[in-house]
Nanobody
Framework: QVQLVESGGGLVQAGGSLRVSCEAS????????MGWFRQGPEKEREFVAS????????YYADSVKGRFTISRVNAKNTVYLQMNNLKPDDTAVYYC?????????????????WGKGTLVTVSS
């Protein structure tokens, strides 16, 4: 059974930083592209960032470029999202995602496995 378990969400002031993590189990982690999506209040779920299985290719939504960094440690079956210079608009539930390709995750929103999400709240 595949599980993606997010952690690290919380409350942070605007301009602050936060790192969320996702630990995967039940799948061959190093062969999957991993990513993050988010869903804010009364908004649709949207792509945030993805990383290929070899860490060679990264994709970011325009709204987070230069502020967020996605990374992974295959030995730990974990993917991270470092979020800097957070804004109130970044407030959302952040979902971990896994699929075969980082590009299609970014461009088509294609996801095979989802985590249950972790809440990030940015206060103004």
């Amino acid at each position: 059974q595949v599980q993606l378990v997010e952690s690290g969400g919380g409350l942070v002031q605007a301009g602050g930083s936060l790192r969320v993590s996702c630990e995967a189990s039940g799948l061959s982690f190093s062969t999957y592209a991993m990513g993050w999506f988010r869903q804010g209040p009364e908004k649709e779920r949207e792509f945030v960032a993805s990383i290929s299985w070899l860490e060679g290719t990264l994709y970011y939504a325009d709204s987070v470029k230069g502020r967020f960094t996605i990374s992974r440690v295959n030995a730990k079956n974990t993917v991270y999202l470092q979020m800097n210079n957070l804004k109130p608009d970044d407030t959302a539930v952040y979902y971990c995602a896994a699929d075969s390709a980082a590009q299609t995750m970014a461009e088509l929103g294609r996801v095979t496995y989802w985590g249950k999400g972790t809440l990030v709240t940015v206060s103004s």
